[in-house]
T-cell receptor
Framework: GENVEQHPSTLSVQEGDSAVIKCTYS??????FPWYKQELGKGPQLIIDIRSNVGEKKDQRIAVTLNKTAKHFSLHITETQPEDSAVYFC???????????????FGTGTRLLVSP | DARVTQTPRHKVTEMGQEVTMRCQPI?????VFWYRQTMMQGLELLAYFRNRAPLDDSGMPKDRFSAEMPDATLATLKIQPSEPRDSAVYFC??????????FGPGTRLTVT
């Protein structure tokens, strides 16, 4: 089955710096890769996702890149702000197309702390 | 703004009591998941349903946990009898046909 590894487990940056979180996956058939942000006391919130037919996707200050050959994908946050402080989870699954139903497999999370 | 709702948000109960958690998925989403989150184990998938039919509940302790989806607007997770090790945050999530999966706010369960 799929296995997702996420690094680093904690990341501290100064406000305005960039932050990068990396994930690797094992199943070459995985084709959907979402990222979630979880703030204290709340449920994980989908912030961006990428599908295997693209290599990069941006949404304002966040971007995700995908390297299918190397089986890794990354979340990039630019111009970080204190409100970006949270735990971020990556995930991977098959499921797009006709490969049958597949669940998301999550990484173990990265705690991001943005200091003013 | 469509969102997944869960009730109750907090539950404190004594060991041995029955606990029922409820979830209303986003209208039109036909796949519903139950997760448990603890500091030690992270996010664990307990069970999921597609078109109200259970697809996989292998992550759930069968002797005490049960999950049902009596209709398209309600999913339930029951624990009977509850134990202190069940203390965790339980999340429901629903997924669209284009694969985006959205989580509810969670039910924080404390079993004393």
């Amino acid at each position: 089955g799929e296995n997702v590894e996420q690094h680093p487990s904690t990341l501290s940056v100064q406000e305005g710096d960039s932050a990068v979180i990396k994930c690797t996956y094992s199943d070459s058939a995985s084709n959907y890769f979402p990222w979630y942000k979880q703030e204290l006391g709340k449920g994980p919130q989908l912030i961006i996702d990428i599908r295997s037919n693209v290599g990069e996707k941006k949404d304002q200050r966040i971007a995700v890149t995908l390297n299918k050959t190397a089986k890794h994908f990354s979340l990039h946050i630019t111009e970080t702000q204190p409100e970006d402080s949270a735990v971020y989870f990556c995930a991977a699954s098959r499921g797009m197309g006709n490969t049958g139903f597949q669940k998301l497999v999550f990484g173990t999370g990265t705690r991001l702390l943005v200091s003013p | 703004d469509a969102r997944v709702t869960q009730t109750p948000r907090h539950k404190v109960t004594e060991m041995g009591q029955e606990v029922t958690m409820r979830c209303q998925p986003i209208l039109g989403h036909n796949t519903v998941f139950w997760y448990r989150q603890t500091m030690m184990q992270g996010l664990e998938l307990l069970a999921y349903f597609r078109n109200r039919a259970p697809l996989d509940d292998s992550g759930m302790p069968k002797d005490r946990f049960s999950a049902e989806m009596p209709d398209a607007t309600l999913a339930t997770l029951k624990i009977q009898p509850s134990e202190p090790r069940d203390s965790a945050v339980y999340f429901c999530a629903s997924r669209s046909e284009t694969y985006e999966q959205y989580f509810g706010p969670g039910t924080r369960l404390t079993v004393t």
